[in-house]
C-alpha cells in the first residue's frame, strides 16, 4: 500500500438499447396518456431492451467508451465495478464485461444498491484508490428494469427505461480531489416501499423436505412515499457534502441527480436555490433507468462539452432500500482543468 492519493474522473461512457418507447405507444394497451405521464414526470419516451439486448452487452460498450475516452488500455484496468440491480446473470454481469473489455488484469465484481447503486459504486471506487490498493476503476451502473416491471402497472411502468453508462477513475496527484465530500445512508425499515422480491414457494423434494423455490415478483412501488423521501432526504445529503468540503451551492457549476422525476429535481434544486440552467436533465428521453442515469446524463453532458475540467457537480442517488447518498465530483484530470 503506498500514502494516500488524490483521484481523477477522466472518462465517460453510455450506451442504450435502440427501440425508443413513447408515451403515446404505452397507452395502445394502458389506461394512461402522454399528458398524464409528461406533467407528474417529465418522461416522454424511454429506451426498452429488446430480446436480443442484453445488460452485459449494454455495460461492455458504455464501459469501452469510458475506457477509451480516459485513454487507457485494458489492461491497465484493476477494477470494474458494476452497479446493478438487474445482471443477466445473478452470479454477477461484471466478469462477463471484463471477458469482453479484455481487461484481463482486472478483477470484477457486481455491487447492489438500486437506484443509488451507481453514486454507492463511484464512493466504493474511491477508497480502493486513495488507499492505494489499485489505480485504475471503471465504474458502470446499468439496469434493464423493463424486464422487471409489471407492464399492466400503469403505476410504475411508465417510469422506467433501460440503459448503462460508465466513468473511468483514476489515482492523481494528492492535491487533486475529484470526490470531495461524499454522504450514503440506508434506512432498511422502509424497504417496502420499493420491492423486486423473490418469492418463495415450497417444493417437495421427499415427504421430509420442502425446499423454497419461487421467481422474482415484479417492481412493487408506492409512489407518494419514495416521491415524499426523495425530496426531503436528498437536500439534506447534498447540504452535508457541501458542508463536508467547507463549500455552497453557489460554488457548483451543476447539479446531477438521480434522474426519477422532472418534479423531484426542481423541488431539491429549490431547496438548495440552485438555478434551473444548473440541473441537469435527460429524464425526458430515457426515463428512469435506475443506477444508469447519473452516468448517462454525465456522459451526455461531458460529450456535449457542458461539463469540463475542473467544473464542479453535487450529485445524488436515492431510491429502493431505501437508500441514498451525495458526492460532489471534480470532472477531469489536473493538467486538463
Ligand atoms: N397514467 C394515468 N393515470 C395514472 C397513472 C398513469 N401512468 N399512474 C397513476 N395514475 C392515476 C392513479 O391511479 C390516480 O388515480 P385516482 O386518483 O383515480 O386513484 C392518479 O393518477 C394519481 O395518482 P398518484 O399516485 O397520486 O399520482 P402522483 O401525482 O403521486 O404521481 C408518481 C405518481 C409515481 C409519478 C409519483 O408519485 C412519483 O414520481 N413518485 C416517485 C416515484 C419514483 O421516482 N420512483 C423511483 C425512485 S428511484
Known sequence: MSAAVGIALTGSGAATPARVVTNGELSLWLDTSDAWICSRTGIAARRIAMAEDSLESLSSQAARQALERA??????????LLATSSPDDLFGSAPAVQAALGADNAVAFDLTAACSGFLFA????????????????????????????????????VLFGDGAGAVAMEAAPESWEGLLAMVMRTDGHRRSCLTMAHQATSQVLH??????????????MDGQEVYKFAVQQVPLVLTQ???????????????LLHQANERILASVAQRLDIPAAKVLSNLKNYGNTSA???????????????????????????GAGLSWGAALLRWGRPEAA
Open 292 to 318: 444508469a442515469t447519473i452516468p448517462l446524463m454525465l456522459h451526455e453532458a461531458v460529450a456535449a462539452q457542458w461539463i469540463r475540467p475542473g467544473h464542479l457537480i453535487a450529485s445524488s442517488g436515492f
Open 207 to 220: 415427504d421430509q423436505l420442502q425446499v423454497g423455490s419461487g421467481g422474482f415478483q415484479p417492481i412493487a
Open 241 to 255: 457534502a457541501l458542508k463536508q468540503a467547507g463549500l455552497t451551492a453557489e460554488h457548483l457549476d451543476w447539479l
Open 122 to 157: 463511484l464512493i466504493t471506487a474511491a477508497q480502493y484508490i486513495r488507499s492505494g490498493t489499485y489505480r485504475r476503476v471503471l465504474v458502470v451502473g446499468a439496469d434493464l428494469l423493463s424486464r422487471w416491471v409489471d407492464w399492466q402497472d400503469r403505476r410504475t411502468c
Open 71 to 80: 485513454g487507457w488500455r485494458p489492461d491497465q484496468v484493476d477494477l470494474i
